[in-house]
């Protein structure tokens, strides 16, 4: 199966079993990549959105399940490479990317701020997964959930990584160590009724958000007078079984 070879190419790189994802590469374990590749496997969306990746594990391994759901499914990958120059490189990044059998990439060296100033994002359609995994502050995973909530499909997946503790990061220099606070901006969107949420407290945690569907209708039962026009009469509660 060529996913398998693809995704096995990931446990060759040890910068790629790090950053939360609760990887292994001792049992060949994508950890909660399991996750992610099959939640593009089963809600097959054409449109995906990755924030954020210190090496690529989650756009390899989301750009994996496009490719395996065969029916041209693209994904935008923003990161302006704010901790090195990893991503600085156009050809070197597609050569990063295509080495794990993902050509369907296209990859924007730059912040979700400027992102949604360019043509590339008033180009997009209606976004079936959105992955946010920037700076990790509550403060920018709201920018970035907020840029594209308006282009989530109905059904749309949302990741937020990193959103289940605080913790404080050297990853920009020691001199510039920071908390990260997603976690707070999930207690905000669990207050907002238009959305589900689920945590997955592994590595560094993943939640997944989703909009929550409509209640359930009424049960009602029509009579004679609703079907001639008037209001419909709600259906009795069944009668207790015989003792």
Not at 69 to 77: E, K, V, Y
Not at 80 to 93: G, H, I, K, L, N
Not at 183 to 204: F, K, W
Request: proline share 8%.
């Amino acid at each position: 199966m060529k996913s398998i070879e693809h995704l096995n190419r990931v446990f060759e790189h040890p910068e790629l079993m790090v950053m939360g994802h609760a990887q292994s590469a001792a049992d060949h374990n994508l950890g909660l990549g399991w996750l992610y590749y099959a939640q593009v496997r089963v809600t097959r969306p054409q449109t995906v959105v990755c924030i954020g990746s210190w090496r690529g594990f989650v756009p390899i391994v989301l750009g994996r399940a496009l490719a395996d759901n065969a029916d041209g499914g693209h994904l935008h990958f923003i990161d302006p490479s704010m901790v090195d120059d990893f991503w600085a490189d156009p050809q070197r990044t597609q050569a990063w990317f295509a080495g794990f059998g993902v050509d369907h990439v296209t990859h924007h060296l730059m912040t979700t701020q400027a992102f949604v100033q360019s043509d590339a994002y008033r180009a997009l359609g209606p976004v079936g997964l959105l992955f946010v995994d920037g700076m990790h502050t509550a403060e920018q995973a709201r920018y970035d959930f907020e840029a594209f909530e308006a282009l989530l499909a109905d059904d749309a997946s949302v990741f937020f990584h990193d959103s289940v503790r605080r913790l404080r990061s050297p990853i920009y220099g020691k001199d510039k160590v920071y908390e990260h606070s997603v976690v707070d901006y999930i207690h905000a969107l669990r207050q907002d009724p238009r959305y589900q949420l689920m945590d997955y407290a592994h590595g560094s945690g993943v939640t997944l958000l989703r909009r929550a569907p409509p209640p359930p209708p009424t049960e009602v039962t029509l009579t004679k007078s609703a079907m001639a026009g008037g209001a419909a009469t709600p259906a009795p509660p069944p009668a207790p079984a015989p003792a």
